[in-house]
């Protein structure tokens, strides 16, 4: 194997792949790059056995084959590589050369067969998303899921794909966050798929936004790929929870509020919150918001901000964490709050959103303690 290729787009091709190596393995191969030749270049390809990633990149290739290269050594190496042309190439004894101007290295790599084959993905039955949309319900969801080993379902994103439209959920159980999108996707079939947020990290690391992907489902994997990109994962199996019976239907109470107000607020009265609960109490009146916090071994603090408030007065806990995650993907100046009582779930939503995409976001409160 042999080929020249410039630096920023050998720099371009390893950083695309990198995140889907794993950076401790006790198979040696999956700590490589597998790179081969191909009709317009080279494709490099990583993965850690549940995230698969490949992409091509321009190179002129000089004599066709494939090898694995340590993957943190070439990035290393690559990312300190003078600004001129780039020659690999690769002998029978698995060595690998690489010049670049002046600059000359050798490195061990492994045979192409060692290295893992990609799931089988059918795309003949596949979704077609703009790549743009599906970035967006990725953005607003993923920072919901569980970091808990206990419920694993709980720590992937549920994926709904109908042939009109496509909607993200993801929670762990004390916040949720829900978005949907319409989409054109005309003879793909329905699905519910619990994809992991890493691999979603990669779809929104990879594609560009103008991007239209084809996603298709194999036996337990799911595949997304473009003219030049590839991503396959692992899904998550079993049953998502029944999301849509802890979304309330009857909240009367509601609040709206400059969001960036909002956050000021809450930061300010994190500062004395519990480091285990970091519980605020909110107390909602006609035009005004206040702010306690009371932490016995730190002390106390209070704050208010003028609202748009319709209902009865409200005490209600919450914890500030989950709240200020929430705002930050608030993708509007104004938020909407509704309540029904101090032990029921709450909402927030935009307030004033022009856009295509239904987005709510939900929070548990906390018990108020006397």
Known sequence: MRFTISREQLQEGLAAVAASVPSKTTLPVLANILVETTENGIRLSGTDLDIAVSTEVVADVETPGAITIPARKLSEIARELPPSPVRISASGEQRVSLECGRSRF????????????????????????????????????????????????????????????????????????????????????????????????????????EEELEIARGDNHLGFRSPVASVFTRLIEGPYPNYDQVIPKDNEKFCIVDKAALVGALKRMSVLASDQTHRIKLSFNAGML?????????????????????????????????????????????????????????????????????????????????
Not at 148 to 165: A, F, K
Not at 304 to 317: F, K
Not at 338 to 355: I, M, N, Q, S, Y
């Open 290 to 370: 206040k702010f306690a916090v009371q932490t016995p071994d730190l002390g106390e603090a209070a704050d208010e901000l003028p609202v748009r408030y319709t209902g009865d007065p409200l005490d209600i806990g919450f914890n500030a964490s989950y709240l200020l995650e929430i705002l930050r993907f608030m993708p509007t100046d104004e938020v909407r709050m509704t309540f029904k009582a101090p032990e029921r779930a709450a909402t927030v939503e935009p307030e004033g959103w022009d856009d295509t995409a239904k987005y709510l976001c939900l929070v548990m409160p906390l018990r108020l303690v006397d």
């Open 106 to 209: 050798k490195l061990l790599g492994l045979p192409r067969d060692e290295f893992p084959s990609f799931p089988t993905v059918r795309f003949e039955e596949s979704w077609r998303v703009k790549s743009g949309d599906l970035q967006k319900l990725i953005t607003h969801t993923s920072f919901a899921v569980s970091t808990e080993e206990s419920r694993p379902i709980l720590n992937g994103v549920l994926w709904e794909l109908r042939p009109e439209r496509m909607r993200m959920v993801a929670t762990n159980g004390h916040r949720l966050a829900r978005m949907e999108l319409d989409i054109t996707s005309e003879g793909a079939p329905s699905g519910d798929l619990i994809v992991p947020p890493k691999a979603l990290d990669q779809i929104r690391r990879l594609f560009p936004v």
